[in-house]
């Protein structure tokens, strides 16, 4: 239980151009989500923290007209990188909290991001 | 703020041998997250540790936590190839809040 389903899985995109990742929690209803970003070889940075209905709370340093994140409904939070660089290039992550009995947190399955 | 580090960030080990990975955490934390991430994909939920002298056991890890000295560690008994991967921590400091991550340790398991 508690699966959220991200996707796209891979993505190439041209600079400028905008790419949509979609974060859907399948059995559970997600009022909060976490995305995050993750560098080569490095940990898992916050960006940003949506919840359903309202504004999304970014973390100091990220573009919030860059990084869209909207939460429409219980079940799906998405972000859209907007103008995106070869420096966007990244894995993204999201993350919903679940009860303790299923981990406390369940994860996507991340989005690799190239930029070209 | 609570701030989480992890040490070693790189460890290479021989089959059959022992080792511990540290993290310490900077505040109070209200639970400690492990978690193990294989190349190009997600994280995987290890064990969630609730109160001070927690400890978890699941085949060749175990988890502890200290909160008095607000220490956790991971500890791999005998270890073996398929436990190569990069290993988090990761404290919160309330219920439901925000993950703070450790940097991540990469393990290296050598036959």
């Known amino acids: 239980g508690a699966v959220v389903s991200q996707h796209p899985s891979r993505v190439i995109c041209k600079s400028g151009t905008s790419v949509k990742i979609e974060c859907r929690s399948l059995d559970f209803q997600a009022t909060t989500m976490f995305w995050y970003r993750q560098f080569p070889k490095q940990s898992l940075m916050l960006m940003a923290t949506?919840?359903?209905?309202?504004?999304?709370?970014?973390e100091q340093g990220v573009e919030k007209d860059k990084f869209l994140i909207n939460h429409a409904s219980l079940t799906l939070s998405t972000l859209t990188v907007t103008s995106a660089h070869p420096e966007d290039s990244s894995f993204y992550i999201c993350?919903?909290?679940?009860?303790?009995?299923?981990?406390?947190?369940?994860f996507g399955s991340g989005t690799r991001l190239t930029v070209v | 703020e609570l701030k989480v580090e992890q040490n070693p960030l790189f460890l290479s080990m021989q089959e059959g041998k022992n080792y511990t990975i540290y993290c310490n955490y900077s505040?109070?934390?209200?639970?400690l997250y492990w978690y193990r991430q294989d190349p190009g994909k997600s994280l995987e939920s290890l064990f969630v540790l609730l109160s001070n002298g927690a400890v978890k056991q699941e085949g060749r890890l175990m988890a502890s936590l200290d909160t008095k000295a607000r220490l956790s560690t991971l500890h791999i008994t005998a270890a073996v190839h398929d436990l190569s991967a990069t290993y988090f921590c990761a404290g919160q400091e309330t219920s439901g809040s925000r993950l703070t991550f450790g940097e991540g340790t990469q393990l290296t398991v050598n036959p």
């Open positions: 993350s919903a909290p679940t009860g303790l009995e299923r981990g406390g947190y369940t």
């Open positions: 949506s919840n359903e209905g309202s504004k999304a709370t970014y």
């Open positions: 505040t109070t934390s209200d639970r």
